[in-house]
């Protein structure tokens, strides 16, 4: 089901781009709002691309970690791996935030220089200025939550539990925690809900796809979808307020679009234009850059006096697509590499058995060499 040239899900990398995409739209529309055109308002169906990275998030863990189960150190390999990937390039984003907001205090809404600065970079909850729980670089509040995700899920490598299992009962936990937290502690705001059932909706998906399209599964999901219904028509009553979107439809459809792209990946595969999958390759920068570089384009119009909506919702587009592929190919992909060479617990070593046929296979190469050469173990011919 995945490519054969590259390992990977296609339909998934372009799912990526999809999702970055709606969330850059909908901030598009934001900062148009608040900085060129008062009257445009903000689309906010895109926030639902939050919900698909989630969904694949879940979907990828389950689906790239299938050598470290049970494997001595598998958590570590499994830990070193998502800090490679997630820290460095949030890391230098915050820092481009935190440089703005001392070098141009008014071009930076919604965040002011405070002690907490130092929480952002290490993915603890935090009030901002404007009393959400947001780090420094708002969009990094989606970190918070895959952050706890990847923990719970190197907890149950370390302990060589069931994945699937003790990640899903973790999970269940905190998202029916969401029925009793109070609105006053910043990590309960986080950790206690229902959005972190969207992880457990992916690696179910994982585990449909991986273990023979077993049925058991789809119950599974049916019961993430169940609990996250229950857990917002609870919430709803309470507070008397009822959307059979949000609470009703919204988690079904957003699980049912991924396990559709990840079907439907033997007809995708080879198939989608590779600008497409580089736009999935380099959406981590498109969706951490673009707070950075979107809010330029409505500026820059305003001060040339052109206050059209549309053009400055799609130059933002455009314009962060452009950067954040420069920034993919130039900084995020040249320092992951370096990292996976020169830190260890990144690449996983050979099991001892492969180490052994190898050698095998080299001393039989040796005695079919008309030199009588024998090759070492691992050593290119």
């Known amino acids: ?18 999702a ?20 445009l308002g903000v689309w906010r169906f895109g926030a639902i ?86 780090p420094l670089l708002g969009v990094g509040w989606t970190l918070l939550f895959e952050m706890a995700f990847y923990t719970i899920f190197a ?6 539990a069931n994945t699937l299992t003790f990640c899903g009962i973790v999970l269940s936990a905190l998202a029916v925690g969401n029925i009793f937290r109070g609105n006053s502690w910043p990590p309960a705001l986080v950790y206690l809900d229902a959005q972190v059932l969207y992880f457990l909706a992916g690696m179910m998906i994982a585990a449909y796809v991986m273990r023979g399209h077993q049925a058991r599964y789809l119950v599974g999901l049916a019961y993430v979808a169940g609990l996250a219904a229950f857990i917002h028509i609870v919430n709803a009553v309470r507070h008397g307020t009822f959307s ?13 679009l991924v396990l559709a792209v990840v079907v439907a990946e033997p007809l995708l595969s080879g198939h989608l234009p590779r600008v497409l999958t580089f736009g ?3 959406s981590y920068s498109l969706y951490l850059f673009h707070p950075l570089c979107a809010p330029i384009v409505p500026t820059a119009l305003a001060v040339l ?22 920034i993919y190919r130039f900084v995020e992909r040249p320092i992951t590499r370096q990292l996976h060479k020169r830190l260890p617990y990144v690449r996983t070593p050979k099991p001892r058995m492969e180490i052994l046929m190898s050698s095998v296979r080299a001393e039989a190469d040796g005695l079919d060499d008309p030199h009588g050469q024998v090759t070492k173990p691992g050593a290119a011919r």
């Open 280 to 282: 999935g390759d380099a």
């Open 20 to 39: 970055a995409l709606l969330v850059v739209v909908t901030h598009a529309t934001l900062y148009t709002t608040e900085r060129l055109n008062p009257g």
């Open 305 to 326: 006096g052109l206050t059209n909506a549309t053009v400055s919702v799609v130059l933002c587009v455009v314009a962060v697509a452009v950067v954040a592929s420069f």
């Open 1 to 18: 089901m995945r490519t054969s040239s590259t390992n990977r899900y296609d339909g998934i990398q372009v799912l990526r781009l999809v």
């Open 155 to 160: 907890i149950s490598l370390l302990v060589r």
């Open 244 to 256: 059979v979107w949000l609470d009703l439809l919204r988690h079904p459809a957003v699980v049912a």
């Open 49 to 134: 691309g939050v919900d698909i990275f989630f969904v694949i998030s879940g979907f990828v863990m389950m689906a790239s970690t299938r050598s470290l189960v049970g494997m001595p150190n598998g958590w570590k390999y499994f830990a070193m791996r998502r800090i490679t990937r997630i820290v460095p390039i949030y890391w230098i984003a915050t820092t481009v935030k935190l440089l703005t907001l001392l070098a141009i205090p008014a071009a930076v809404l919604h965040a002011t220089l405070s002690s907490k600065v130092l929480m952002s970079y290490f993915f603890l909850p935090t009030r901002n200025v404007d009393g959400n729980v947001e």
